[in-house]
């Protein structure tokens, strides 16, 4: 997020086109950049804005100002035909807490994970062969047993299901704040204990690339992470924490927070942010990662459903006549694993977590209807680079435009929300508006300076698909 309460950081990434151009200019791959409009346009610099200028002091809560961090005001909004872009090197994939940065499961999973599928192959192929080896009367017997026996068998099979099926609802939690039902198999005071490996192994990553606490980009998160940290207080998991900030000098648009507390933002997120807001969002967002517990959460399930399989596997490599069958059965099976239950699992923590951070920021009196604006323009600028459209289905994250949509129906509740607090009322325009109206200005700005030949209609061009707040 170039742009950030109390500084502005260098634009040497930023460019400056036009739109029609790019747009004949797509077949060239030229780097996406992503608009911000006049009006969105929150250019914090040190010599003229600083955070705290802006803070009300009401209710016991810090408040954020709007109508000073928007900017310019809707009657002066005159988009000319050159905008200032994003740069799209940095804004090419946000994904918000990946797998790998979330906290590592336990340590003695980890081990023993491989030792599982391992045993289970070897007991599957171990069944398969001591079958082939049989000579045909004895598995003629076998059978003929089998079917005389069948429901002691089933009876068997039903018990092992019955266990599993106490094991899950024995160990079934209430999530905090959403009040969801979840699986917890892992205690959380150890999760986070070991959260401390994973945090070791990215501070030595990072060693060299970490801003002093004395850099203005370090000091707006810390105040930032302060003020949503402080407007929750009364949110026991959220007090309980202590929030340690760390932004790294990395071009990735990227931010975590590991179960310990520990908060890691990079630069790049800081380049693509518009305004505070967005900022406050997105910290919003990854801060109720970590008061929701979704790490351990998420192992809790991939443990539970990995032990599962471990009976599926044993019976692909008994059943299947060769071991070639074998390896794409195996292969099959992780698949459906993977797209039937742990990415849309993510995808529901990615969207609980979206929520609850949309509340974070409503009561620490952020302009939250900037949050789906800031998954517009990561749109926005995938569409103008060209970038294919890959189906929700296959991501553990769900589709900016899903998610902008998602977040606009969530608004109005956090609206409430933020009246409740005691918040000052929302006199700028709406940062939604205000996006759709650039959108359509450029847009006709680029028809307009098309060549009348233009005109017809040329399948191979890519068209510009911009998604509707």
Known sequence: MNIIGGLKLPSGNCVFFHLASLIKQRKCNHLCRNFISKGQRYLLSVSNTDIYKNVHHGSGQFCFQPSQLLGEKTTSLQISSAVSAWNTQIIRSF????????????????????????FAIILGRSIRNWWKALPPNKREL???????????????????????????????????????????????????????????????????????????????????????????????????????????????????VLPNGQVFV??????????????????????????????????????????????????????????????????????????MFDRPYSRTLEAEA??????????????????????????????????????????????????????????PEALKIRESCNCPSLSGPDPRLIFRLNMQHLLESAKDQETPNSTKHDLSKPKLDFPHS
């Open 142 to 256: 076998l059978k003929e047993s089998a079917k005389k026996n069948k429901w002691k068998i089933l009876l068997g099979v039903s018990s092992l299901g019955v266990l599993f099926v106490m094991f899950y609802f024995t160990h079934l939690e209430e999530t905090p704040i959403t009040g969801r039902a979840r699986l917890l198999v892992f205690g959380k005071e150890h999760f986070r204990e070991l959260s401390q490996m994973e945090y070791d192994m990215w501070m030595e990553e990072f060693k060299n690339k970490m801003l002093p606490e004395t850099d203005a980009r370090y000091q707006v998160v810390e105040r930032v992470v302060g003020h949503l940290s402080e407007s929750n207080k009364d949110i026991p998991q959220v007090s309980a924490l202590q929030w340690v900030i760390h932004v790294v000098d990395e071009p990735g648009v990227n931010a975590f």
């Open 266 to 339: 990079f630069t790049g997120l800081l380049d693509a942010v518009s305004d505070i807001h967005q900022l406050s969002f997105i910290l919003g967002h990854e801060i109720a990662h970590a008061v929701l517990e979704h790490a351990a959460e998420k192992a809790s399930l991939v443990h539970f459903l990995d032990f599962l399989s471990l009976i599926f596997l044993t019976m692909i490599w008994a059943i299947c006549p060769r071991d070639s069958l074998a390896v794409v059965g195996q292969w099959i099976q992780s698949k459906l694993q993977e797209f």
């Open 354 to 411: 979206d929520k609850v951070g949309l509340q974070f920021a409503a009561k620490a009196c952020v302009d939250v209807r900037a949050s789906s604006v800031f998954w517009q323009q990561m749109e926005l600028a995938e569409t103008i680079q060209g970038q294919p459209k890959l189906p929700e289905w296959l991501s553990t994250h769900p589709s900016h435009e899903n998610r902008a949509e998602h977040l606009d129906r969530l608004i």
């Open 95 to 118: 994904h918000t807490s990946p797998s790998f940065q979330a906290a590592p499961v336990p340590l003695f999973w980890i081990i023993v994970k491989p030792a599982q599928k391992l």
